[in-house]
């Protein structure tokens, strides 16, 4: 029995408890005494009385269930297991985890294959074979005692799905014939339900910040990890990237985990990207406030935002196909030698990409500065170039810097053109045509392949990401800032 299948008998008693309260409350309302709240509210009383109650116990109970269910396969695991190094101890639980999840989908005859073979009746190697034949368990086959904890899983999380059930429907039940019984004239209904409806609001918000809050600790952890292993100066200030130690078992690590040619990276392709979508972007916005008809403003405006809507990784496609070798191409017929892969070439690809980001919040900016300040201007006898240029783009500014600035952090955090437009090299160059990285890509290639997760090669990414989430982080911050504090001056 699964979750949704619970959740859906508790919502069909919810539905039951919303018509059960909003037929009494009709009653009562025929009746001399005055409601106190609209009828509809009774039937919301009666129903969140029935469902809340349950879906918390849901909630708390899908939270705890793996670690109980683990735990409680552990413990019947034989003596030998113990004995196994944290990476065969992990394999061994996973390969549990998968027959577990892959035994409910068996036959009948093949279940029973399984089952004889964990009581000794079947040759263990029939019920591998069974296994495999269904992709359960990819590899070697698993051990005997593998399969009889799989087993042991199955039967626990039946159990455990069927108590829930019981307890669940039990609850949903008994608030279902409170709810409905407690419905009277003077019952505050309404002021129950909307409580409900706060808390649940409240409760939203709050799931979105723990979840911030989590990413963020988890991340600093891992980093802080990282930094014993290896010096924050030489993380910080080392111009050299080559994440692998220089000997078998040595602890030097000067120089291998440099931030700089990263972060040098970065920052130079978000330059070249903010040089192209800035003005692109900034002087289609004026256009479409202030010069574009209606009916051209209502095709232009989508049209462009539809930018916003192409995948990344089309973009760096395009940038390793065509433009980067047409851009080398073009550089070759004027002599100049343009590598494929370049800061240039993913710039100005990202360039593109970022343009709606500037342009349409521009726009709106730009469109929400009142009209009086033009009909000013005009009044004093300025064009509308220079209305523009000395009215409107001032009272503006402050937004339009914001649009900027949310447009680099996006610009900053772009990982699939960068990996296929600019390369994989880690360099500090001024040079715009030869190709360097981002801290993105190296996040990616630390994170990918086999992964130990006690070695500074892979710890290094916990540390890169967190570096970029304080920049991109300070720009979003300062962005707010100058919006929320140059705003009012103007309205």
Partial sequence: MSYSTILAGVAILAVIAFVGGLVRARGHAAGPVKMHSQL?????????????????????????????????????????????????????????????????????????????????????????????????????????????????????RAISRYLLAA????????????????????????????????????????????????????????????????????????????????????????????????????????????????????MSAIYMSEYASQGVRDVAKPALEILAGIPTIVYGFFALITFGPLLRDVGAMVGLEIA??????????????????????????????????????????????????????PAALPGIVGAILLAASRAIGETMIVVLAAGIAANLTLNPFEPVTTITVKIVSQLTGDLEFDSPQTLVAFALGLTLFVITLALNVYALYIVRTYREEYE
């Avoid at 004239?185 to 918000?205: C, D, I, Q, T």
């Avoid at 994440?243 to 070249?272: E, H, K, M, N, Y």
């Fill in 40 to 156: 509809g509210y009774y039937g919301w009383y009666a129903a969140v009385l029935a469902a809340l109650p349950a879906a918390i116990l849901i909630t708390v109970w899908a939270a705890s269930e793996p670690a109980v269910l683990s735990r409680l396969v552990a413990r019947e695991l034989p003596a030998t297991v113990d004995t196994l190094n944290a990476a065969q101890h992990s394999l061994a639980m996973g390969q549990i985890q998968s027959i577990s999840e892959g035994l409910p989908k068996l036959g009948a005859a093949d279940l029973a294959i399984i089952k004889k073979a964990r009581l000794g009746f079947t040759p263990v190697e029939e019920a591998q074979r069974v296994l495999k034949e269904h992709g359960i368990v990819l590899g070697s086959p698993p051990p005997p005692y593998v399969i009889n904890a799989a087993a042991d899983l199955t039967e626990n």
């Fill in 340 to 393: 494929a892969t370049s800061v240039l070439t993913a710039g100005i690809v990202m360039g593109v990409m970022i343009i709606p980001f500037v342009s349409s919040l521009s726009d709106d900016i730009i469109s929400a500065v009142p009209q009086s300040l033009r009909e000013g201007s005009y009044g004093l006898g300025a064009t509308q170039s220079e209305t523009i240029k000395r009215v409107v783009i």
């Fill in 167 to 282: 307890i669940a429907g039990l609850l949903a039940i008994g608030g279902l014939f409170y709810g409905v019984r407690s419905i009277r004239p003077r019952l505050r209904a309404r002021n129950a339900v909307e409580k409900v409806m706060l808390g649940g609001l409240a409760a939203a918000s709050t799931v979105a910040i723990l979840t911030t809050v989590g990413i963020v600790f988890s991340v600093l952890f891992e980093t802080i990890h990282f930094f014993q292993g290896v010096s924050p100066s030489n993380f910080f200030f080392g111009t050299v990237w080559d994440p692998r130690f220089s000997a078998a078992g040595s602890a030097d690590t000067i120089g291998q985990f440099g931030l700089l040619p990263l972060l040098w990276g970065t920052l130079f392709i978000s330059f070249v990207a903010l040089a192209v979508a800035v003005p692109i972007g900034l």
